[in-house]
């Protein structure tokens, strides 16, 4: 999910009309160290490594549903039913199944959801609510009648509680480790007006979190189950979903999976979806899409889109273009044969910028600018998610900076090597760097509370964007700029590779980035994400044959440090970066007239520009290069702009 791009990319251009052309005339900073940051970055292509042969080609089979869904689109319900096959991978024995029923977060205002209002999307109560109502819920037993769960089931499991979206339900025995169930079960859906990526609007129809889920077993037998809180997502295992959808005959239909079967009969379109490796099943119907379909990078790519939106569509398949191949160079390859974009219209936006398995919702008003780049970032963002959440399937709600922290540091990869340093705004000469900004918003939240922690945990829903999301991107950012673009890439690229179809956790991401980059960068991105780290380096005093350069925080980079001299040439100086000082002699000909820590910026997260340059005489000059008095004009523009 993509709670704040249209936030941040509206703010960037802000700043950017603030800033001037100061950003476009000046040198750019380089993404990794010791390469040239003119505009090659833009038109390489990625190159396709040799799969690792121990690339797994499949998850592990543990939930598998199979599904009929009917769609009545003018009451805005789904009738459900189906059956459930679930095996016990854990080590130990259950007694209980935990059941998400997420679509009951917007049927009153005593949902969690909606009791949580912390700013952002889905903050006000829903048009028209919604709500899933559970008809059958019966485990089969072999050779006698099947048992029903449904009378014992705890909808509101935690007492003096009424959310009903974690239901709680007791098993008639035991499911031994190894050992599978298959439950019947049948529903009712009523769809919300479009709130919080699902629900209707008209005829237009997006079905996410619309049936019975299982809640996901954890190796060690607890059940990682929760409510439907207003900042989290969601976490689920593996396994496949044949699912048959059922609508009006005018209708067309996007889902997660191929399509393996289509007929219309009755009035009435039925297709059936199949699809494997998978942990959730998302879809849409609308008698007014309107398709394009396009085979990128061997993957069958559908987008519908609404009349009109022909150009929305189009910018979407370009990003596609670039970004597919890009990321399945990097992170593994994309292993399934569809991908489907949905763009809402502009009255069901609720719906967009949402990621599913194999189904992404992109956004982006019918005009934008050719160059502020709204459709690009969102689809390129979603698109991340396809590895960071769905081929990496990592606890949502208990650790949000894993997908939507560690996917939009992907964002920002991905739009700097397709665009260069302009990626997030090219409009009228202006350039704005995705990287730029993440790192400018994500410095005014980062005392208030760690990165790391669990969604529902956050105090605003601002502080949640500029911390999962900015604060992680912007760490990472500054990490490849330190230790290199490809080291950081590849760490990266190590770790969904070696993590597909698993749920990992912090601590395997932080072991992977230790085992590829080493200790202290992965000490240092562990006080970052998880202890408030910050870091601030500063020019203190110049003299005519001295300098102190100090790092202020708890954060440490090895750093450049630059002297310019009285006749204007410079020398550079490396400093570890490790003490809370250092001191600078200079013996040579010539006085020192300034210094400058941090030269070609490649802290982003520095907490303060404006101190990073000092020249001889105790008066402190600012940064005496346009860019980074830009990036320094920036930043003021950038926190009275953001949330
Ligand atoms: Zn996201």
Same mark, same amino acid.
């Given at each position: 999910m993509r709670g704040c791009g249209f936030v941040l990319v509206c703010a960037s251009l802000g700043a950017a009309i603030l800033t001037g052309l100061v950003l476009s005339a000046s040198a750019r900073p380089p993404r990794a160290a010791g390469r040239d940051p003119g505009s090659t970055l833009a038109a390489e292509t990625p190159r396709r490594p040799q799969e690792s042969p121990e690339l797994r080609a499949h998850a592990v089979d543990v939930a598998?549903? $199979?599904l009929k869904a $009917?769609? *009545?689109?003018? =009451?805005? $319900?789904? =009738?459900?039913?189906? /059956?459930?096959?679930? #095996? +016990? %991978?854990? #080590?130990?024995?259950? #007694?209980?199944l935990w059941l998400h029923l997420y679509l009951n977060a917007f049927k009153n205002e005593r949902s969690a959801y909606l009791r949580e209002r912390v700013g952002g999307r889905g903050s006000s109560p829903p048009e028209a609510y919604g709500a899933i109502d559970l008809k059958r819920l019966e485990l089969r037993v072999a050779g006698s009648a099947s048992v029903d769960l449904l009378a014992g089931i705890e909808l509101r499991a935690v007492a003096g509680d009424e959310d009903e979206t974690d239901a709680r339900v007791p098993l008639p025995r035991e499911v031994a480790p190894g050992e599978s169930i298959d439950l019947d079960v049948a529903f009712d859906d009523r769809l919300p007006v479009v709130i919080e990526r699902t629900g209707y609007r008209g005829h237009f129809h997006m079905i996410g979190q619309w049936f019975p889920k299982l809640a996901r077993l954890e190796p060690d037998g607890t059940w990682a189950h929760f409510p439907f809180h207003h900042l989290s997502e969601f976490y689920a295992d593996f396994g496949t979903y044949d699912v048959t959808l059922d609508v009006p005959a005018a209708y067309t239909v996007g889902a997660t999976g191929p399509v393996v079967e289509s007929r219309v009969e009755g009035g009435r379109r039925v297709e059936r979806h199949v699809e494997s490796d998978v942990h959730d099943f998302a879809w849409t119907a609308w008698d007014e899409w309107q398709t394009a379909r396009e085979t990128v990078d061997g993957v069958a790519v559908t987008v519908l889109y609404p009349p009109g939106f022909g150009g929305v569509a189009e910018r979407a398949l370009a990003s596609l273009r670039f970004a597919l191949p890009y990321d399945s160079a990097r992170y593994g390859r994309y292993p399934y044969p569809v991908l489907t974009v949905v763009v809402p219209q502009g009255d069901a936006s609720e719906a967009g910028g949402m990621e599913y398995p194999t189904l992404i919702t992109s956004e982006g008003p019918w005009l934008t600018p050719p160059k502020v780049f709204v459709p690009e970032i969102v689809t390129v963002h979603e698109l991340g998610h396809q590895w960071f959440y769905g081929l990496v399937a990592t606890n949502e709600a208990a650790w949000p900076f894993l997908d939507e922290g560690l996917n939009q540091f992907a964002e920002i990869d991905a739009m700097a090597r397709w665009q260069g340093e302009g990626s997030a705004s090219g409009l009228f000469g202006l350039r704005v760097s995705d990287a730029a900004i993440q790192a400018i918003t994500s410095n005014g939240a980062v005392h208030d509370e760690p990165v790391a922690q669990a969604a529902h945990a956050f105090s605003t829903g601002s502080n949640y964007a500029r911390l999962v999301y900015s604060r992680t991107a912007a760490v990472m950012d500054t990490l490849a700029r330190v230790y290199g673009d490809e080291a950081v890439g590849d760490a990266l690229g190590r770790y969904t590779r070696s993590y597909r179809f698993e749920h990992p956790g912090p601590d395997e991401f932080l072991g992977m980035i230790r085992d590829t980059l080493g200790p202290r960068p992965a000490r240092t991105l562990r006080d970052a994400l998880f202890d408030k780290g910050w870091v601030d380096y500063a020019v203190d005093d110049v003299r005519e044959h001295s300098a102190l350069v100090r790092r202020r925080g708890t954060l440490s980079f090895p750093v450049d440090v630059e002297l310019v001299l009285a006749d204007g040439s410079t020398r550079r100086e490396r400093w570890d970066g490790e003490g809370e000082s250092k001191s600078i002699r200079w013996a040579g000909p010539g006085e020192l007239r300034s210094v400058v820590v941090d030269p070609d910026h490649r802290i %982003?997260? *520095? =907490? +303060?520009?404006? +101190?990073? /340059?000092? $020249? /001889?005489?105790? /008066?402190r000059a600012g940064a005496p290069r346009t860019f980074e008095r830009g990036l320094y004009w920036m930043q003021l523009a950038l926190q009275a702009l953001s949330p």
């Open positions: 598998d549903y $199979t $009917t769609l *009545d689109p003018e =009451a805005h $319900t789904v =009738a459900g039913s189906g /059956a459930i096959h679930w #095996r +016990n %991978t854990s #080590r130990e024995p259950v #007694r209980e %982003t997260i *520095d =907490a +303060n520009l404006e +101190n990073n /340059a000092g $020249t /001889a005489g105790g /008066a």
